[in-house]
């Protein structure tokens, strides 16, 4: 019979007392690592504090601190918070709990590093991610505390440092204050930002930061992309701290703003602080728009602006725009305004406050005249340079209601688009120049015209005190007043033509009124008359009256009206009929 041997382990005890120990020792040294290294998490929590206090030299709080070594060294904790800089002594910070909103809170946040330490450098980290950070920043005048340490500390080695290459943020929420009387706080969403180390290495303090954001800008909505550099940190006040950058906004519809829309694109470049930015840019908006009218046109404009970012006012100095084919530059202020509230007495705001200087060059009045007006063809088209003052209150009314403009034009090569207000023109100028034969049959299309004056844009109302027109053969002096939302006209004044009266009417009459000549004659014109335009755009009334004579045209009764019933005494007929 064969020989039946002993099982190998059997045969090798000593290697089963051998393996069943090593798995002892490997448990105890699992239950040992688990043991140290749950002891260890409050102590990295600890230094995780000490750090941040000795870095802003102020208060800090975190709730609970985690680590694992399934995958690595992996960490996550939460609830972050640092108040603003006190007064200190080293950097031991008082126990009590600073006042106020704290300067810094953060959500949560996480990183990773390899389990490949070395004694005297630090982990290394490739990124820290952080989600709903808040960042409220006090004004420039609470952080004059004592901020820097009675007396210089001693450094204490650190056991264990990191170091991190980005840092990755969602979620972020950032307010700036302000020490100015009836300012609100500037208030920013961040969507996401990411930073690395200027140079390329891990993130230090004091360092500059690289960053790239995508930043929710609340009027016009849109999402702002944004990349430049920040820091180093100003500790004893954060809004000092150096930034610059260059940004895109695009697909920012303007219909937030009530009386316009259009979409907006942008893109610029700034610098500066938080608290004090240089901003310089371009926009486009290839359908701007007043909403109450409806057509649009194409606006680019380049700008240079200061903007004061603790309350969102700007200084424009100067926008060059372009409005269709028209070019103008504006210069002035948009500013916040804010106001109590009745029911809380907390400010809140009230809108925007806009006072600019408008300087118009090379432009035509009908792209102006486009944007306010229902109709796709402007009341008139020409040649326009102009200054004026333009205030655009803030208000729930719309922005054609609340803007104010006063200033002085200037326009040459002046034609309207209305048949009847050109063929009064064009009879005005004929018979000022002595040729009323050719009335009939003049082109009125070939007559052109100028005019200069101040006026007034008000409630949707343009009024004209003291308006020049020239036309060939006669100079008209005019004042009145043109209705923006409804076209209505009402124009009266005097008309200094070159021919006598016997001139301008011409023919059997005009040989009869040759002994009135004199009587006519005034300030070196051969006829002084009054002159009137009055209706509508679409349907206006022009006229020259000598006396009982009326030359002109009348405005054709509304086919939805009923006509007006003749007055008592009515006005004898008019001798002459309309040429």
Known sequence: MAEIRPSFWRRNRWLKWLASTVLVLLAALAAVVAVVFHRAEPFLRARIIAALQDRFHARVELDSFHMSLLHGLQAEGHGLRIWPPATVEGVNVPPAQQPGDPLISLDEFSFHAP????????????????????????????????????????????????????????????????????????????????????????????????????????????IIHSTGTIGPWEVSDPGESPVQGEYTFDHADLSSFKGIAGILSSTGK???????????????????????????????????????????????????????????????????????????????SKGHDIALDVKIGAARIEDFL????????????????????????????????????????????????????????????????GRPKEVKSADPDATRSSMQGDFTLAAGVITLPALTYTVPGAAIQLKGTYGVEGGALDFAGAAKLDATISQIVGGVTGF????????????????????????????????????????????????????????????????????
């Open 512 to 579: 009869l009124l040759k002994p009135a000549d004199r009587y006519f004659k005034k300030d070196g014109a051969g006829t002084m008359v009054p002159i009137h335009i009055s209706g509508t755009r679409e349907n206006p009334a022009f006229g020259v009256e000598i006396g009982g004579l009326k030359l002109g045209t009348k405005a054709a009764p509304a086919a939805d009206k009923p006509a007006a019933p003749a007055p008592s005494n009515p006005a004898p007929p008019n001798p002459v009929p309309p040429s």
């Open 115 to 222: 389990l490949h330490y070395q004694s005297g450098k630090p982990f290394h980290i490739t990124v820290v991610k952080l989600q709903g950070l808040d960042i409220h920043l006090p004004p420039k005048s609470r952080f004059h505390h004592a901020t820097e340490p009675a007396e210089k500390p001693i450094p204490t080695p650190s056991l264990i440092s990191f170091g991190v290459d980005k840092i990755e943020c969602t979620s972020a929420h950032f307010v700036l204050e302000t020490s100015k009387p009836g300012k609100l706080p500037l208030d920013f969403a961040i969507a996401s930002f990411k930073l690395t180390d200027n140079d390329g290495g891990s993130i230090r303090a004091g360092s500059i930061m690289r960053f790239e954001s995508e930043l929710t800008n609340p009027r016009p909505v849109g």
């Open 370 to 433: 486009h944007l306010a007006s229902h109709t796709p063809t402007p009341l008139l088209t020409g040649a326009l340079t102009m200054k004026a003052a333009l205030h655009i209150p803030p208000g729930p009314a719309p922005v054609h209601e609340r803007l104010n403009l006063k200033g002085s034009f200037n326009l040459d090569q002046v034609y309207f688009t209305s048949t009847k207000i050109q063929n009064g023109i064009t009879q005005l100028s004929l018979r000022g120049q």
């Open 270 to 348: 700034y610098q500066g602080t938080l608290r004090d930015l240089e901003v310089e840019g371009d926009t486009e908006i290839p359908d701007f728009r007043l909403t109450h009218f409806g057509n649009s046109l194409p606006l680019h404009t380049h700008f240079h602006a200061k903007v004061d970012a603790t309350n969102g006012d700007t200084w424009l100095e100067p926008v060059v725009a372009t409005l269709g084919h028209s070019h103008f530059t504006a210069q002035g202020q948009i500013v916040r305004v804010v106001v109590p509230d009745p029911a809380t007495g907390s400010l809140v």
